[in-house]
């Protein structure tokens, strides 16, 4: 059964906003509050347009701006598919595996690396060790619902916490932190974005030169010192964060 016949959708011809625009929003709407919940298949376009009274391009260009979003996916001899709502992250000191459980996406992780490599001078100034020195790197790769999200490159100091693997697996990074007694205070962070080189792109499931979201974070803990250096790449599809801004007085 198409799951959008329970959902009460109308269109306003009398509004200024394109009718295409208003049925994305109604879908999508549904899609953030969990009343099409993921591999929904949505019905025929045609039977869709004419319940609403819409042609049946204006119902493609709703489904297909969806599409865009990364929110549904079309599948040859399947149909259009409900996939996961994006993950909307808040600007604080939080991780991503911690935001994707209270998004109810079911995080994953597969460690790729867990080893101990010398400091670049990067990475040394950032964790105020000495450059050449010893620290551990971890890269891992962080779905939801079987996708990949994110490319999490992170450096730590050595000694700071026991980096078991199969722990790395089943939790997130500041969990493990915080179980070690470390009491995470703040964080240096800036976010870009950059086209995706091939390997990226492979990782994340992305065409080779699409828009990735970057972030750079040196985290502190309640005495100042730098516990954690990361990398991490995103897809922009299913992740975005969000800034509350203030007017200063």
Known sequence: MDPTVQLELSVDR???????FQLSQQLE??????TLTPGSLLGNEIELAARLGLSRPTVRQAIQSLVDK????????VGTQVVHSQVKRPLELSSLYDDLEAAGQRPATKVLVNTLVPASAEIAAALGVAE???????????LAHGEPMAYLCN??????????TAQL???????????????LHSARQSIGARAATTEEAERLAEEAGAPLLTMQRVTFDDTGRAVEYGTHTYRPTRYSFEFQLLVRT
């Open 132 to 142: 050449d020195s010893d620290v551990h790197r971890v890269e891992r790769l962080r």
């Open 169 to 183: 697996e089943t939790t997130g990074l500041y969990r493990l932190m915080r179980a070690a007694g470390i009491t």
């Open 14 to 20: 009398s509004s200024p906003v394109p009718l295409y």
């Open 155 to 164: 450096f730590l100091p050595p000694g700071l916490i026991d980096l078991d």
């Open 70 to 77: 990364g929110l549904l996916v079309r599948r040859r001899g």
């Open 29 to 34: 709407a549904a899609i953030e509050h969990g």
